[in-house]
């Protein structure tokens, strides 16, 4: 016989059952969702020292390329180097730290930034493809916009970190709200050669 519910007595023998079948349906879904994102997320170059190769900020990195921040700021009104658009032709990595352009600027505009740390280790003459993804809002039009950069790393290793903030322009001087960015980073099989 049934006991009602909130009284205390035996379990009836059917909810029992019922609730190890959800628990075990969560356990499935949660292991699947799981093994998707770590499949959708990663992926490897075999050729290079950067063994893991891909990236989604802030969780994962580049052995020694690593996102450390990102925010929204003003364009400065200072000389900023632009970063290769072109795979065959990556813009070397400055040896010592600094600040770089993704798109063209114009001082004082609105402005989302990335702050790089490339540390000792880092393989020298390697190439990485970074794709950069921009939602945001100028006034009520809501646009979205993808820019891919190639930068290689210097000649002679370096012997300590450095740290490089990267500058993309909205083109606007007031009334940008960003909505969201996205920055994914992989190493390239050669210079020159990118997936």
């Known amino acids: 016989m049934r006991t009602p519910r909130g009284l205390r007595g035996p379990t009836p023998l059917g909810s029992t059952f019922r609730r190890r079948r959800w628990v075990a349906f969560g356990a499935?879904?949660?292991a699947f969702l799981a093994l998707a994102s770590v499949g959708a997320v990663s992926f490897q170059i075999p050729r290079s020292t950067e063994t893991f190769a891909g990236i989604q900020a802030p969780a994962q990195f580049l052995n020694h390329w690593q996102q450390v921040g990102s925010e929204s700021a003003v364009i400065p009104a200072t000389?900023?180097?632009l970063w290769s658009g072109a795979v065959a032709a990556p813009s070397r990595l400055a040896h010592?730290?600094?600040m770089d352009r993704i798109n063209a600027v114009t001082a004082g505009d609105m402005a989302l930034v990335w702050v790089f740390n490339e540390t000792a280790g880092f393989a020298t003459s390697t190439e990485i493809e970074i794709n950069f993804h921009i939602q945001y809002l100028a006034g009520v039009t809501f646009t979205t916009t993808s820019i891919t950069v190639y930068i290689e790393s210097q000649r002679a290793?370096?012997?300590g970190p450095f740290t490089y903030t990267v500058y993309w322009d909205s083109g606007h001087a007031t009334g940008v709200t960003f909505v969201r960015q996205l920055?994914?980073?992989?190493?390239?099989?050669?210079?020159?050669?990118?997936p």
Request: aromatic residues 12%; neutral net charge; glycine residues 8%.
């Open 28 to 30: 499935f879904v949660a």
């Open 79 to 81: 000389f900023l180097r």
């Open 96 to 98: 010592f730290s600094g």
């Open 157 to 159: 290793a370096p012997t």
């Open 183 to 194: 920055e994914v980073a992989q190493v390239c099989s050669l210079v020159g050669t990118c």
